[in-house]
Protein backbone atom coordinates (compact mmCIF):
# COMPACT_ATOMS: atom_id res chain seq x y z
CA UNK A 1 0.00 0.00 0.00
CA UNK A 2 0.94 3.38 -0.78
CA UNK A 3 0.41 6.93 -0.12
CA UNK A 4 0.55 8.99 -3.57
CA UNK A 5 3.48 11.15 -1.82
CA UNK A 6 6.66 10.92 -3.55
CA UNK A 7 9.34 10.55 -1.08
CA UNK A 8 12.30 11.03 -3.02
CA UNK A 9 13.25 11.50 -7.31
CA UNK A 10 16.41 9.38 -8.11
CA UNK A 11 18.10 8.48 -10.87
CA UNK A 12 18.30 5.13 -12.25
CA UNK A 13 21.78 3.32 -12.06
CA UNK A 14 22.51 0.67 -14.60
CA UNK A 15 20.12 -1.13 -16.62
CA UNK A 16 20.84 -4.54 -17.67
CA UNK A 17 17.91 -5.74 -20.18
CA UNK A 18 17.83 -9.15 -21.01
CA UNK A 19 14.73 -10.97 -22.99
CA UNK A 20 11.86 -10.69 -21.21
CA UNK A 21 13.19 -8.69 -18.09
CA UNK A 22 14.62 -5.67 -17.11
CA UNK A 23 16.94 -5.37 -13.53
CA UNK A 24 18.12 -1.32 -12.72
CA UNK A 25 19.25 0.39 -9.35
CA UNK A 26 18.19 3.30 -7.45
CA UNK A 27 20.48 5.30 -5.18
CA UNK A 28 18.30 5.16 -2.44
CA UNK A 29 19.69 7.50 0.94
CA UNK A 30 19.90 5.97 3.90
CA UNK A 31 16.86 7.77 5.38
CA UNK A 32 14.66 5.80 3.53
CA UNK A 33 16.88 2.62 3.51
CA UNK A 34 15.47 2.67 7.29
CA UNK A 35 14.60 -1.12 7.77
CA UNK A 36 14.40 -1.74 4.45
CA UNK A 37 15.42 -5.33 2.84
CA UNK A 38 15.33 -7.33 0.24
CA UNK A 39 11.28 -8.92 -0.61
CA UNK A 40 10.10 -5.37 0.33
CA UNK A 41 7.87 -3.37 -1.66
CA UNK A 42 8.94 0.07 -3.34
CA UNK A 43 6.69 2.27 -5.46
CA UNK A 44 8.85 3.71 -9.16
CA UNK A 45 7.49 5.66 -10.89
CA UNK A 46 3.88 4.70 -9.15
CA UNK A 47 4.82 0.65 -10.19
CA UNK A 48 5.08 -1.73 -7.35
CA UNK A 49 8.35 -3.55 -7.30
CA UNK A 50 10.13 -5.99 -5.19
CA UNK A 51 13.65 -4.97 -3.52
CA UNK A 52 15.84 -7.96 -5.24
CA UNK A 53 19.25 -6.53 -3.48
CA UNK A 54 20.55 -3.99 -1.67
CA UNK A 55 24.15 -3.11 -1.96
CA UNK A 56 25.22 -0.01 0.03
CA UNK A 57 23.24 2.77 -1.26
CA UNK A 58 22.23 1.04 -4.18
CA UNK A 59 18.52 -0.60 -3.84
CA UNK A 60 17.89 -3.46 -7.16
CA UNK A 61 14.60 -3.85 -8.76
CA UNK A 62 13.47 -6.35 -11.29
CA UNK A 63 10.60 -5.65 -13.88
CA UNK A 64 8.89 -8.37 -16.23
CA UNK A 65 8.02 -8.55 -19.29
CA UNK A 66 3.75 -7.51 -18.54
CA UNK A 67 5.24 -4.69 -16.41
CA UNK A 68 7.74 -3.41 -19.28
CA UNK A 69 4.64 -3.33 -21.55
CA UNK A 70 1.78 -1.93 -19.39
CA UNK A 71 4.23 0.80 -18.03
CA UNK A 72 6.83 3.27 -18.72
CA UNK A 73 9.55 1.45 -17.30
CA UNK A 74 10.25 -0.06 -20.56
CA UNK A 75 11.27 3.64 -21.42
CA UNK A 76 13.52 4.01 -18.51
CA UNK A 77 17.17 5.23 -19.47
CA UNK A 78 20.55 5.58 -17.33
CA UNK A 79 19.80 8.52 -15.26
CA UNK A 80 16.73 9.31 -15.63
CA UNK A 81 14.82 10.66 -12.28
CA UNK A 82 11.82 8.47 -11.18
CA UNK A 83 9.33 8.81 -8.22
CA UNK A 84 9.86 6.64 -5.24
CA UNK A 85 7.42 5.80 -2.39
CA UNK A 86 8.35 3.68 0.24
CA UNK A 87 5.59 0.76 1.11
CA UNK A 88 3.19 2.72 4.01
CA UNK A 89 3.78 1.45 7.67
CA UNK A 90 0.14 0.86 9.11
CA UNK A 91 -0.19 3.62 11.56
CA UNK A 92 1.45 6.40 8.19
CA UNK A 93 -0.64 10.09 7.56
CA UNK A 94 -2.36 9.55 4.29
CA UNK A 95 -1.52 12.67 2.71
CA UNK A 96 -3.08 11.48 -0.65
CA UNK A 97 -4.92 8.89 -1.74
CA UNK A 98 -4.78 4.92 -1.00
CA UNK A 99 -2.65 3.11 -3.93
CA UNK A 100 -1.73 -0.26 -4.64
CA UNK A 101 1.06 0.69 -7.07
CA UNK A 102 -0.97 -1.41 -10.11
CA UNK A 103 -1.03 0.59 -13.16
CA UNK A 104 -3.78 0.13 -15.12
CA UNK A 105 -1.96 1.50 -18.64
CA UNK A 106 -0.54 4.91 -19.41
CA UNK A 107 -1.47 8.55 -20.84
CA UNK A 108 0.67 10.86 -23.05
CA UNK A 109 1.21 14.41 -22.33
CA UNK A 110 -1.04 16.28 -24.57
CA UNK A 111 -0.37 19.96 -23.43
CA UNK A 112 1.47 21.97 -20.91
CA UNK A 113 0.63 25.27 -19.51
CA UNK A 114 3.03 26.86 -17.07
CA UNK A 115 3.34 30.17 -15.75
CA UNK A 116 5.27 31.49 -12.88
CA UNK A 117 3.48 29.49 -9.47
CA UNK A 118 1.36 27.21 -11.54
CA UNK A 119 1.50 24.51 -13.96
CA UNK A 120 -1.92 22.45 -15.62
CA UNK A 121 -0.51 19.26 -17.51
CA UNK A 122 -3.54 17.33 -19.42
CA UNK A 123 -3.17 13.75 -20.41
CA UNK A 124 -4.33 12.00 -23.42
CA UNK A 125 -5.19 8.04 -23.14
CA UNK A 126 -6.47 7.92 -26.72
CA UNK A 127 -9.82 6.21 -27.72
CA UNK A 128 -8.25 2.50 -28.31
CA UNK A 129 -7.41 2.19 -24.50
CA UNK A 130 -9.47 4.89 -22.61
CA UNK A 131 -11.71 2.01 -21.03
CA UNK A 132 -10.46 3.17 -17.33
CA UNK A 133 -11.72 6.61 -17.77
CA UNK A 134 -15.30 5.41 -16.02
CA UNK A 135 -13.71 5.61 -13.38
CA UNK A 136 -12.71 8.70 -13.02
CA UNK A 137 -14.58 11.95 -12.21
CA UNK A 138 -14.08 15.47 -12.25
CA UNK A 139 -12.40 16.74 -8.44
CA UNK A 140 -11.67 13.26 -8.04
CA UNK A 141 -8.17 11.23 -7.65
CA UNK A 142 -6.04 9.82 -9.93
CA UNK A 143 -2.27 8.47 -9.60
CA UNK A 144 -0.35 9.46 -12.51
CA UNK A 145 3.70 8.01 -11.85
CA UNK A 146 2.83 7.42 -8.47
CA UNK A 147 2.10 10.90 -6.97
CA UNK A 148 -1.62 11.40 -5.72
CA UNK A 149 -3.12 14.43 -7.73
CA UNK A 150 -7.11 15.49 -8.27
CA UNK A 151 -8.29 15.46 -11.78
CA UNK A 152 -8.89 19.08 -12.48
CA UNK A 153 -10.78 18.27 -15.51
CA UNK A 154 -12.24 15.71 -17.56
CA UNK A 155 -13.02 15.51 -21.21
CA UNK A 156 -14.39 11.54 -21.53
CA UNK A 157 -15.21 12.92 -25.48
CA UNK A 158 -11.17 13.91 -26.38
CA UNK A 159 -10.29 11.27 -23.58
CA UNK A 160 -8.14 13.71 -21.99
CA UNK A 161 -7.56 14.08 -18.02
CA UNK A 162 -6.26 17.36 -16.55
CA UNK A 163 -4.56 18.34 -13.20
CA UNK A 164 -2.83 21.20 -11.47
CA UNK A 165 0.47 21.11 -10.00
CA UNK A 166 1.67 23.62 -7.33
CA UNK A 167 5.55 24.19 -7.31
CA UNK A 168 6.18 21.88 -4.27
CA UNK A 169 4.87 19.22 -5.83
CA UNK A 170 7.14 20.24 -9.33
CA UNK A 171 10.00 20.13 -6.87
CA UNK A 172 9.20 16.66 -5.16
CA UNK A 173 8.40 14.75 -8.43
CA UNK A 174 9.64 14.56 -12.18
CA UNK A 175 6.44 16.49 -13.52
CA UNK A 176 8.52 19.19 -13.63
CA UNK A 177 11.05 17.55 -16.47
CA UNK A 178 7.93 16.48 -18.33
CA UNK A 179 7.95 17.58 -22.39
CA UNK A 180 4.39 16.97 -24.79
CA UNK A 181 4.55 13.61 -25.78
CA UNK A 182 6.31 11.83 -22.58
CA UNK A 183 4.73 8.85 -21.32
CA UNK A 184 3.30 8.60 -17.73
CA UNK A 185 1.92 5.80 -15.47
CA UNK A 186 -1.65 5.83 -14.37
CA UNK A 187 -3.26 4.12 -11.44
CA UNK A 188 -6.95 4.93 -10.69
CA UNK A 189 -8.61 5.29 -7.05
CA UNK A 190 -9.71 1.35 -6.59
CA UNK A 191 -12.55 2.49 -4.16
CA UNK A 192 -14.10 4.36 -6.94
CA UNK A 193 -13.78 0.87 -9.43
CA UNK A 194 -15.03 -1.27 -7.19
CA UNK A 195 -18.50 1.39 -7.06
CA UNK A 196 -18.71 1.54 -10.45
CA UNK A 197 -18.16 -2.09 -11.11
CA UNK A 198 -20.51 -3.20 -8.76
CA UNK A 199 -23.47 -0.64 -10.11
CA UNK A 200 -22.75 -1.79 -13.40
CA UNK A 201 -22.86 -5.35 -12.58
CA UNK A 202 -26.41 -4.51 -10.28
CA UNK A 203 -27.80 -2.85 -13.38
CA UNK A 204 -27.03 -5.47 -16.16
CA UNK A 205 -28.80 -8.22 -13.73
CA UNK A 206 -31.50 -6.46 -13.06
CA UNK A 207 -32.40 -4.66 -16.42
CA UNK A 208 -30.69 -7.77 -18.89
CA UNK A 209 -30.18 -6.37 -22.77
CA UNK A 210 -33.17 -7.91 -24.38
CA UNK A 211 -32.34 -10.38 -27.07
Known amino acids: MY???VQALLPAGHIDRRPGL???SLPVP???QIDLEPGASVAVNGVCLTVTRIAGEDVY???IAETLALTNLGLLAEGALVNMERSARHD???GGHILSGHIIG???VNRIVR???NCRMTFGVGHSSSQWLKYVFHKGFIAINGASLTVAELNRDEATVTVNLIPETLRRTNFALLDEGDEVNIEIES???AIVDTVERVMAERYPMSA
Open 3 to 5: TGI
Open 61 to 63: FDA
Open 30 to 32: AEL
Open 115 to 117: DEN
Open 191 to 193: QTQ
Open 106 to 108: TAI
Open 22 to 24: MSF
Open 92 to 94: AEV
